[in-house]
T-cell receptor, first 114, second 118 residues
């Protein structure tokens, strides 16, 4: 079965510093990976996805993610964090080629301090 | 993209009662999904609702507890029946704008319904 793991419950970073939110995956075929962000009292917003092609994927709000097949990772990154980036981040994997079901990680809370 | 609204945004309910959550999409979509996000936890898929067919429930979720309607291509409802405090969660609907089953498009989510059961 497909799964994703987010090893950190919380990540703290100072504003202006680079940030990384980690995600590793386990799939039986080609991985289809997604990052979502959830701001307080709001639904999930799509950030970016990896389906195929370039390993570095660029998304919304200046975020990017690097797909690393050998390390089975899909870490979310941003060169310079903003206080407004503070939110809950979810990594997700599509269950298989033939379904639309998303499997979500447990989430990582990002806290950016001024 | 898709704009999704949900009603109500939050509710406080008594044990043993039922609540119906509405989800409206601003365009016609084939598939709609209902998720549950329990306090401090990740999202868990409850069921997939295709227009014109019975909803498909995930392991651990049953139709008697979470009946779903999908009367047309822009609307769905999820009912949480005979509620208990353990049903206190955020319930989210989502959809995917696809050009085919292999499009791997992202899902768009509604703002969620925060349910508290006393």
């Amino acid at each position: 079965a497909q799964s994703v793991a987010q090893p950190e419950d919380q990540v703290n970073v100072a504003e202006g510093n680079p940030l990384t939110v980690k995600c590793t995956y386990s799939v039986s075929g080609n991985p289809y990976l997604f990052w979502y962000v959830q701001y307080p009292n709001r639904g999930l917003q799509f950030l970016l996805k990896y389906i195929t092609g370039d390993n570095l994927v660029k998304g919304s709000y200046g975020f990017e993610a690097e797909f690393n097949k050998s390390q089975t990772s899909f870490h979310l990154k941003k060169p310079s964090a903003l206080v407004s980036d503070s939110a809950l981040y979810f990594c997700a994997v599509r269950e298989s080629y033939n379904t639309d079901k998303l499997i979500f990680g447990t989430g990582t809370r990002l806290q950016v301090f001024p | 993209s898709a704009v999704i609204s949900q009603k109500p945004s939050r509710d406080i309910c008594q044990r043993g009662t039922s609540l119906t959550i509405q989800c409206q999409v601003d365009s016609q979509v084939t598939m709609m999904f209902w998720y549950r996000q329990q306090p401090g936890q990740s999202l868990t898929l409850i069921a997939t609702a295709n227009q014109g067919s019975e909803a498909t429930y995930e392991s651990g979720f049953v139709i008697d507890k979470f009946p779903i309607s999908r009367p047309n291509l822009t609307f769905s409802t999820l009912t949480v029946s005979n509620m208990s405090p353990e049903d206190s969660s955020i319930y989210l609907c989502s959809t995917e704008i696809t050009g085919g089953r292999s499009s791997y498009n992202e899902q768009f989510f509604g703002p969620g319904t925060r349910l508290t059961v006393l």
